[in-house]
DNA sequence: ATTCCATGATCAG
DNA sequence: TGATCCTGGAATC
């Protein structure tokens, strides 16, 4: 379930269980075994989340000579991301004997964290790692980040927004569920081109995601339904389906809008699933 | 038992 | 645009 909200809370469960102590790293997999080797016995220092990218900061144990034991700056790092299938898996201690596809599993005396199929896990260096903040986009969870340097691409661009909002130069975190939802939220049609995007309406889809993504790293999940049209409040049946929260079009093509009653469409753009409400977002969202 | 599909992204052409 | 990588659960045969 990987937007960008859940990177966010692993990195947050990361630490809970991890920050501070030394950790077991292991590859039972065996993909990631020169790696977690190196980073075997080492403390992890802190982690870290942009967009849909983890980063895992280790450092050197401490040495019981030392007086202070300030936590130093990690001296290399995990990056993981998902992809559209990666999963972790949280549990306590001690772990029970791997499956063999966990790539990484990492571990101490309380808890442990595998790590299965992810589309990137690898020990990078810190020059390597400021390489990928500096080729993605502003996040919306990051707290000193801001949505300027997104607008000044997408006012410039003829992409549709839909398209623009997955690309992780230019806004990363967002995944096809937010995108779908905050369009929705919006009123804006998908087919829209950037540059005809109201300066308006940008600030308000960002502030929006600021809000809606905070909230699915807190529920773990993502809800984007306002509640005046929860199940609860308008007497309808709740979502009954796979993924957990309440949504306005995300994967309901051809079920009623909640809100208008038209038929949710769906389209293939650039090999994802787009769904949106064509009397909602029916040509709107240049103010 | 097999196929399909997914909240992602890169690369070749 | 299509092929490819990664995994597992649901749908389909």
């Known amino acids: 379930m990987p937007e960008g909200h859940t990177i ?26 020169g790696g977690a080797a190196l980073v075997d016995n080492q403390v992890l220092e802190r982690t870290e989340a942009h967009g849909k ?4 900061g ?26 559209l299938f990666g999963k972790l898996g949280f549990g306590g201690a001690p772990a ?9 599993r990492l571990a101490n005396a309380t808890a442990h964290a595998d790590l299965r199929g992810p589309t990137t896990c690898a020990l990078i260096t810190d020059a390597e790692k400021q ?11 990051r707290p000193d980040d801001d949505g300027t340097r997104a607008w000044q691409r997408i006012s410039r661009s003829r992409t549709t927004v839909a398209a623009l909002l997955l690309d992780q130069k230019i806004i990363a975190g967002v995944g096809n569920v937010y995108r779908a939802e905050v369009l929705f939220r919006h009123g804006v049609d998908p087919y829209l081109p950037g540059r005809d995007l109201s300066r308006t309406a940008w600030d308000a889809i960002w502030a929006d995601l600021v809000f809606l993504m905070a909230e ?5 999940r993502i809800d984007t339904v306002r509640p005046e049209h929860l199940p609860e409040a308008m007497g309808r049946p709740p979502r009954v389906d796979d993924h957990g929260g309440e949504v306005y079009v995300y994967r309901r093509a051809n079920q009623h809008c909640h809100i208008c009653g038209a038929e949710i469409r769906t389209a293939d753009l650039a090999a994802r699933n787009l769904f949106w409400c064509p009397g909602c977002q029916a040509g709107r969202g240049g103010g």
């Open 8 to 33: 966010h809370r692993l990195a947050a469960d990361y630490a809970e269980r991890f920050v501070g102590r030394t950790v077991r790293a292991t590859s039972p997999q065996g993909r990631f075994a």
């Open 131 to 141: 390489a990928i903040h500096d080729r993605l986009g502003p996040d919306p969870l």
């Open 53 to 56: 990218h983890l980063f895992l």
């Open 96 to 104: 029970p004997p791997p499956t063999d596809t966990v790539r990484l």
């Open 216 to 220: 699915g790293v807190r529920h773990n």
């Open 58 to 83: 280790f450092g050197p144990p401490p040495r019981t000579s030392d007086k202070l034991q300030s936590r130093g700056d990690p001296h290399r790092w995990i990056h993981v991301h998902l992809g």
